[in-house]
């Protein structure tokens, strides 16, 4: 399926945003953490808050993360403003493989 002429896209930080919760154990013991169920809202604000622009443009753009303008998060049609939400698009405008980091 080529979705090329539509105006979709995927959310910010899609790496991050694949799972709910992440479980790690060591040698076969459990490591618990707490906010493991809000692992891609805690991802979403880490990104957004912690690093400097040019890691969120050359090192975040490999997970998925492009930075949206704000004011403009759920403006989507053709004449949008919107880069975060065009870069994302274009990752998957051909319907290719997309290899994450």
Do not use: C, H
């Amino acid at each position: 399926m080529n979705l090329s002429g539509e105006n979709i896209s995927t959310v910010n930080n899609i790496y991050n945003s694949l799972w709910s919760s992440i479980n790690t154990k060591l040698n076969g013991t459990e490591i618990a953490d707490p906010t493991s169920s809000w692992y891609a809202y805690k991802s979403y604000l880490e990104n957004n808050l912690s690093y400097s622009e040019a890691t969120k443009r050359n090192v975040l753009s490999s997970k998925g993360y492009f930075k949206d303008s704000a004011n403009e998060f759920d403006n989507i049609d053709s004449e949008s403003k919107t880069e975060g939400f065009k870069q994302r698009k274009n990752l998957f405008k051909n319907s290719d493989w997309i290899f994450f980091v």
